[in-house]
DNA sequence: TGGGAGTAGTTGTAAATGAAATCACCGTCG
DNA sequence: CGACGGTGATTTCATTTACAACTACTCCCA
């Protein structure tokens, strides 16, 4: 995040000088954004699954069963997004979708046994790469940037109310 | 952040319970699109402007002059991206592109007096919603987490080779 | 001097996204 | 009962985005 250019610095205004790169959001968004690629490319290749679905999984994998309202909830995900993640895995084999017998409008999403292969081999992968991540900060750096982003995400909650759920991947 | 629902947490499972709640890739993807929804909001309602367009209109705005291929570096956005926010800002009557007399191929933006006069009243706004933003978090805080995110970007950049720069907004 | 490799920027196209509309069903109040 | 407001989930559609051609030009070297 360096000065990338030889002889653009010197035509800088002192002005009003804004400076991009120092300024959160914009920050937070590139670093999202490099990070959720790495991801993206070791699921897509490793799993041949999206984040989206992987989010689903990973859910699903840690609630047993449960409704795509309750995915969602879990996985700030919005319905629509949930919606179509799940019917990917179900076409891939990994989830079943059923009736809710005690509602006629819900469904419930199940791990198949191929689900569950695949939910404990990816499990391994995000960890190890979440350890590479984490190679790159001290212990004590890694916690306070996970309270920062706990705080801040709750922060904003309560400025904005609640969330679409949406979002990019 | 907390479990979302009622009855569902005991039907949790010991087994290789991975908690998506407590993953760092996940919670910088949910605090970044929380905190960009917050400031797209701002933008479009009070200048009409994307999160892209602000972009390069805060780069031009702090180099005075430069090419696209310089707004992408400095902005972290890929060069498809720089082009249409350009465009679209030059159609707004905010830029103005020329081309470089030293390279036919390049060309050079910059600010019409419009533009200046946008420019200088965006700034504050995002200044005020970014101090809305530390708000949430103390002084100590607010500073780790800058420092871990350029660590962590970089980290992911020396691991992952050089990024195409788009993302989301 | 002319041709191939490379770079700047734009455009075309296919996929991903989110908002709103839709469908199916629940629960209740009249 | 049976109509009405409300909720779970999916679908539709307009927009956004990314990837990949494409155009236009420069640079370098034979």
Request: charged share 25%; proline share 5%.
């Amino acid at each position: 995040m360096k000065s990338p250019s030889k002889k653009e610095a010197d035509s800088v205004r002192a002005a009003i000088a804004f400076d991009l790169d120092e300024f959160l959001p914009y920050r937070l968004s590139v670093t999202t954004n490099r990070v959720s690629r790495l991801f993206a490319k070791q699921y897509a290749a490793q799993f041949g699954l999206t984040i989206p679905e992987w989010r689903v999984l990973a859910v699903v994998g840690r609630l047993g069963t449960c409704s795509p309202t309750g995915v969602g909830e879990w996985s700030a995900m919005d319905k629509v997004k949930v919606s179509r993640a799940a019917a990917a895995l179900v076409v891939k084999g990994l989830l079943r979708q059923t009736q809710d017998p005690n509602d006629g409008r819900g469904r419930l999403l199940r791990m198949t046994r191929k689900g569950v292969t695949v939910h404990s081999g990816i499990v391994p992968l995000a960890r190890s790469i979440e350890a590479t991540l984490a190679e790159g900060l001290t212990k004590t750096e890694w916690a306070a940037l996970n309270k920062a982003l706990v705080k801040l995400s709750e922060h904003v909650l309560a400025i904005e109310g609640p969330d679409p759920g949406g979002g990019p991947d």
